[in-house]
């Protein structure tokens, strides 16, 4: 696996299976590497101080010291050495952590010859840029001193280094013109450099209030300080109208105490996100597999209530009895009903939705939810309470999985009162938190839940309220939540009652809301 110009010249390999390292070893010596080997952690760690190898090759499962912990102390002790981190099958979540670590790579086991060359071209390249910028930093001063001939080449080489980035790299004045925009922005953007620089504003490459967001992130002290931006989250809005995750770091240029330009570099995470979701996917999944002899004995138990009010039936048929025919009745099409609703239930919390995004007045959906919900407060003893903020921002999201959890919150307070209670109130709260972010707020005064029932409400399948819920209401608003970006907080104390609390991510929020009331209790 020969490297153009290579820069590697030793290797550390770390695996505790001595095969699996010899046989990379021996693999890399035939290429003209230098390797040295360890087999475990803790050893590496030992042989790195050592030799100081410019790559190290780290199995990520391993006993004692993992390659997780590997690869954070080896930056702890030189954040240039490049890591290449070897999976297996089923850890695609700690290699999306190792790259979160700033792993080289990440390749699987069984290891090709193709994808180690792969991994060591990129490690060689990335220490072959470093490699030149310290060069550039070191000679900086005596390049200024040169001729015009050699500001030019200065110059060249600085765009080049710019533009050969396989980050996106833009700068704005204050007003907001592109006035540096890369190939990694074009890439990424989709817009050439001409467009960008002769047409457009920064904020053009953006959701709509994602830049201005930006701006006050970055004047704000959260990410790195007053006047900086490092490692946030954000959005773009490529010229395919795509949104694109990014994780952005900015500064602010000054000149004489002048603000003159804001420089950002952002790294694409679509394909993070893209393996965070498909992780996310196949571990719900996972749990309805494991679920599913819950399911079944649920499905029994609801087949044998079914099959008691089929008796009941033929015997009221039999004595012609019309009573005992009707409560019999009444136990089929209440089973009929539990079936169905665990079925859709399921399907719902398994299927991939695309979601739309769009203005959503959370207002409104919360009205709509309690007016279809009016018959059936009105006939408990169960009085509820609406307390919406006037003029609350629009929330971007999906309607109908905004609804869906505003229902099951609702349905899930209802539920939390016994059948025989005789009192009890539930209350609907709308507002803003003091960062801007809109937050929905269910509470009961219900019976509360422990600590344990606390930590497995989210589950699916789970239920404190036997043949009343299917036990996936909350696991299906716990998914459309984490699909909106957004946050559910639980507070329960037994017998006291519970609240829940969804907070939509800032940056989402534009215009007003049209409807906004303090309702009287109903019920």
Known sequence: MPLRMRMIRKVLIIDDEESAREL?????????????????????????????????????????????????????????????????????????????????????????????????????EKICMRAKLRDYTTNLESMLQKATEEIKKRYNFEHELIQTSMDGIIANDPKGNIIIYNKGAEWICGYSEQEAKCHMKVAELYPAGQAQEVKRQIKASAYGGEGRLINYETKLLSKSGRTVPILLS???????????????????????????????????????????????????????????GAFTVNKGLGRSDLAQVQKGWKTVTSNIERISRLSLDMLDYAREKTLSRDAVSLNDLVCDVCSSLAAQFESSCIKLEKLLMEGLPVILGDAEGVRTCILNLITNSLEA?????????????????????????????????????????????????????????????????????????????????????????????QGNQGRACCDRPTG
């Open 417 to 509: 009162f016994p059948e025989d209670a005789v009192e009890g109130r539930i209350t609907v709260h709308t507002g803003l938190k003091p960062d801007g972010r809109v937050y929905l707020e269910v509470s009961d005064t219900g019976r509360g839940m422990s600590q344990d029932v606390q930590d497995k409400i989210f589950r699916p399948l789970f239920s404190t309220k036997g043949a009343r819920g299917s036990g996936l209401g909350l696991a299906i608003t716990d998914k459309i939540v984490r699909e909106h970006e957004a946050i559910i907080h639980l507070c329960s104390e037994p017998q006291k009652g519970s609240t829940f609390t969804i907070v939509f991510p800032t940056g989402k929020t």
């Open 24 to 124: 990379l070893k021996l693999s890399l010596e035939a290429d003209g590497f230098e390797v040295v080997t360890a087999e475990d952690g803790r050893r590496g760690l030992a042989v790195y101080g050592e030799h100081q190898p410019e790559v190290v090759l780290t199995d990520i499962k391993m006993p004692g010291i993992d390659g997780i912990e590997v690869l954070r102390r080896l930056k702890n002790l030189n954040r240039e050495v490049e890591v290449i981190v070897i999976t297996g099958h089923g850890e695609m979540e700690l290699a999306i952590e190792a790259l979160q670590l700033e792993a080289s790579d990440f390749i699987n086991k069984p290891i090709s010859d193709q994808a180690l060359s792969i991994a060591l071209r990129r490690a060689d």
């Open 250 to 308: 900015a500064t602010v240029i000054h000149e004489d105490q002048e603000e003159i330009a804001t420089v950002g570099f952002f790294k694409d995470l679509t394909e993070i996100k893209t393996l965070q979701q498909e992780l996310l996917q196949k571990t719900r999944m996972a749990a309805i597999g494991q679920a599913m002899a819950e399911v079944a004995h649920n499905v029994k138990n609801i087949l044998y209530g079914m099959k008691l």
